[in-house]
């Protein structure tokens, strides 16, 4: 049996929103394991904090951006130890000069970015140099890219999350429009996938199972189980798929009306959605 310290339990509520005592009990069952521990509460019906993931984040920048003929965005994550840091124009500054230079030289890994040459040496050591000056722990520790016909950037909460978005179809003024108000419809409801389809059979089976253990908490009966759990899934496609969430700014729309409404053609490809600590 793990040991169960409260820090961790406390660690658990704060991601959680649930009880100190449902908390410990959900460690325990599951011998100290945070992913498993939070599926124990969903399974006991517990509501827990869609947000969850966010409030571990550390420190530091996110920058999204675009090449001009927007058919390229990068993500990178600068990470730094503390908020002061974070807010420092020249942190910011830095951050910024690498995402511009990982979209100018075409890079597609971390390891790529780092190895750039920089004002006469490599973004590593430049990276190096920070930590020496300012005296704590930062690292370029976050790289994603996307390539499509077009990618919209969107930068949430003061460099605290980026997102791309990436279409089926060449900019115009109404896809960048509404690209990121479809980014930002990814920085708000962190959904899983671009739509059903695109949900992995993983992630189909662990919800599957959440929700019939519920039901038999739940003392549903037996033969009612599956259609209970069946309710569920397609509850979780329609709130965790992006095309098939209420869209945030008209809730009595979802996203795919919104992508309609420009042309019936078209599509969301794929999306990234990066934030501090992840």
């Not at 009990?25 to 124990?40: C, Q, V």
């Not at 920048?61 to 020249?90: C, P, Q, R, Y």
């Not at 590593?124 to 016909?149: H, P, S, T």
């Amino acid at each position: 049996m793990a040991e169960i310290k409260a820090a961790d339990i406390n660690k658990l509520r704060q991601q959680t929103g649930a009880g100190m005592m449902d908390c410990k009990k959900a460690l325990s069952e599951s011998e100290g394991d945070f992913d498993k521990a939070i599926d124990y509460l969903r399974k006991k019906g517990q509501k827990v904090s869609a947000l969850r993931a966010d409030r571990e984040a550390k420190e530091g920048a996110v920058i999204a951006i675009a090449n001009d003929a927007m058919t390229t965005g990068v993500i990178i994550n600068l990470s730094s130890e503390t908020d002061f840091v974070a807010k420092n124009d020249d942190f910011i500054s830095f951050a910024k000069q690498a995402a511009q230079l990982a979209l100018d030289n075409n890079v597609s890994s971390l390891d790529e970015l780092l190895a750039l040459p920089m004002g006469g040496v490599t973004v590593a050591d430049k990276v190096a140099e920070m930590v020496g000056k300012i005296g704590e722990k930062i690292e370029l520790r976050k790289f994603e890219k996307l390539e499509a016909v077009t990618v919209v950037p969107y930068i949430h909460s003061n460099y605290k999350l980026g997102v791309l978005v990436s279409f089926n179809q060449p900019k115009t003024d109404a896809i960048v429009s509404a690209g990121k108000d479809i980014a930002m419809q990814v920085a708000a409801m962190n959904p899983v996938a671009v739509d059903k389809e695109s949900v992995t059979q993983n992630t189909i089976d662990r919800e599957l199972d959440i929700a019939r253990e519920k039901a038999k908490a739940d003392g549903k009966p037996e033969n009612m189980i599956d259609k209970i759990a069946a309710g569920a899934l397609t509850k979780f496609f329609n709130e965790s798929t992006l095309v098939n969430q209420e869209f945030v700014k008209d809730n009595k729309k979802k996203v795919s009306d919104v992508l309609r409404e420009i042309d019936k053609d078209l599509k969301v490809i794929s999306f990234h959605r990066v934030t501090l600590g992840k």
